[in-house]
Each structure stands twice: as structure tokens, then as C-alpha cells.
């Protein structure tokens, strides 16, 4: 799938207290891309006294990135900014920036990523005015894979974290002389 191409120019006038043109080609841009599947399920068994849940899910989302890819020239003012844009190619006017930043390389990221969801609990109906609530819940993000020959320690190796239970508790007394639901 082809990103959107645009093209721009910016201008910046002021600096701060300073007087500067600069000016921004913008060669590529584009919107994150996202796709993400959904699957959840649950199941209710509702026996004497109790009512046992149990379910899970997956979410698995695709990405795409793309960064900007640019040219940044700055000039010292607005007339070398004029007198550059007004200069044949090639000549020494043409070169009057003071400063050049550019953007380049692969902007595009691609990267999938999971969360999964399981749980169980029960809703015991102690008496007709009580009712007793608890379960466990444990989520797992499994991250995209880590690039051992990226330039970027925090990016070579990634740790899962694997110990996300939750516990649920819960009571339940109705004052009144009506039965729980």
C-alpha cells in the first residue's frame, strides 16, 4: 500500500530576538496505519447458589509508521533567502544558507504487537442478602520483537512482563428484605 505523498514549503522569518528565512521542503508524510482483530468470548454457568464466568481475548494490532523525510535550509536573513531563490543553479548564491538538515533513510516502521485476556470468577449468593464476588484476571502484552543491530540500546533487547494478575473481590448485602440478583 502506497502512503500519501505531499510537498510543502515553510518559511520561518523570526528566531527568537534574531532576524532568520529558512526554508522546509517536506518530500514525504504520512498517517499512522493501524490495523487491529479483535476476538473475545465468554462463557456464564449458572449453578445452585453460583454463577461461574470464565473468558479471554486476543488483540492483535499491525502498525505501519512512516516518519517525515525533509530538507531544511536556513538563511542568515531575507535577502540572502530572495537573492538564493533568484541565483542560476549552480552559482555560489544558490549555496547563501547557513545551515542544512536533512532526513533520510527508511521512514517506514513496520510492527505487530498481541494483548491477550483470560478470566474467571464466581458470584456465590451466600444468603437471600449476601452475595460473595471473586475471580482472577491476567493480561499479557506480547511486544513486537526487539532489533539486536539497532544503533538504540533501549531497543535491542525488550523484556515481557508476565505477572499481570489481577485478583477481584467483591461483597454484596441488600438492607432490604429482597433477594440479590
Partial sequence: MELPTDSAIKILLNRGSRRVAALTVLLKTGLPLEKTTQFQDNVTLARGNHAVKIGGGLIRIANTRRSNQFARYTFRDIATYTAALAAPVGSAARRGYVNYIEAFGDPEIQY?????????????????????????????????EADTTSPFAASQNFKVDKNNFAPRLGLVYGLRERFLK
Avoid at 483470560?118 to 460473595?132: E, G, M, N, P, S
Fill in 112 to 144: 505487530k504487537s498481541t494483548f491477550y485476556n483470560f478470566f474467571a470468577q464466581d458470584d456465590w449468593k451466600v444468603t437471600r442478602k449476601l452475595k460473595f464476588n471473586y475471580g482472577l484476571r491476567y493480561d499479557l502484552y506480547q511486544i513486537p
